[in-house]
T-cell receptor
Framework: QKEVEQNSGPLSVPEGAIASLNCTYS??????FFWYRQYSGKSPELIMS????GDKEDGRFTAQLNKASQYVSLLIRDSQPSDSATYLC???????????FGPGTRLSVLP | GAVVSQHPSRVICKSGTSVKIECRSL??????MFWYRQFPKQSLMLMAT?????????EQGVEKDKFLINHASLTLSTLTVTSAHPEDSSFYIC???????????FGPGTRLTVL
């Protein structure tokens, strides 16, 4: 059973702080990793993808991947109230086309 | 990013009726479309994967005779919930990808309420 785990939260951070979201996965064959943001009542929207070990930065977002530890994280710098949402980690195996989504972490950025 | 639309965005129907949901890729040819269901405060659950021109592959526990999926063209996939019951009430979301592309782009979702 391929699993992706995330802390459900809620994770509360003050405005301007760094929010750190974590995700672990069980399938060592996983090759592609994604972070999606989902606002309440809306569908997920892609924030970032990462494929190689290390950091990948895009604006205020940084994804970090450690395949040896089977761990992927998302850092949000200078958090804004508009970042308050559920963040979904998704993992794709090299052997299939399907994604496995984690349960999501609810982030609340307090003004 | 790529644009995926869904129609309708919201539907309310009586128990026993069938409901069709359309998913369209607007600016690319989607070789693969995915259908998800999401209950309140829960994560996405993949229902099925459909490749254009092929039969859909259903996840374990998803009744293929109840959730009919058609992917007849590279820009359109449909999900029909047959003989809907209140327990089918959920948020149905499609996503699409193309070729060897690794990323899924999601439609806005369809909220189904069965009375």
């Amino acid at each position: 059973q391929k699993e992706v785990e995330q802390n459900s939260g809620p994770l509360s951070v003050p405005e301007g702080a760094i929010a750190s979201l974590n995700c672990t996965y069980s399938d060592r064959g996983s090759q592609s990793f994604f972070w999606y943001r989902q606002y309440s009542g809306k569908s997920p929207e892609l924030i970032m993808s990462i494929y190689s070990n290390g950091d990948k930065e895009d604006g205020r977002f940084t994804a970090q991947l450690n395949k040896a530890s089977q761990y992927v994280s998302l850092l949000i710098r200078d958090s804004q109230p508009s970042d308050s949402a559920t963040y979904l980690c998704a993992v794709r195996s090299a052997y299939g086309q399907n994604f496995v989504f984690g349960p999501g972490t609810r982030l609340s950025v307090l003004p | 990013g790529a644009v995926v639309s869904q129609h309708p965005s919201r539907v309310i129907c009586k128990s026993g009726t069938s409901v069709k949901i359309e998913c369209r890729s607007l600016d690319f040819q989607a070789t693969t479309m995915f259908w998800y269901r999401q209950f309140p405060k829960q994560s996405l659950m993949l229902m099925a994967t459909s490749n254009e021109g092929s039969k859909a592959t259903y996840e374990q526990g998803v009744e293929k005779d109840k959730f009919l999926i058609n992917h007849a063209s590279l820009t359109l996939s449909t999900l029909t919930v047959t003989s809907a019951h209140p327990e089918d009430s959920s948020f149905y979301i499609c996503s699409a990808s193309w070729g060897e592309a690794d990323t899924q782009y999601f439609g806005p979702g369809t909220r189904l309420t069965v009375l």
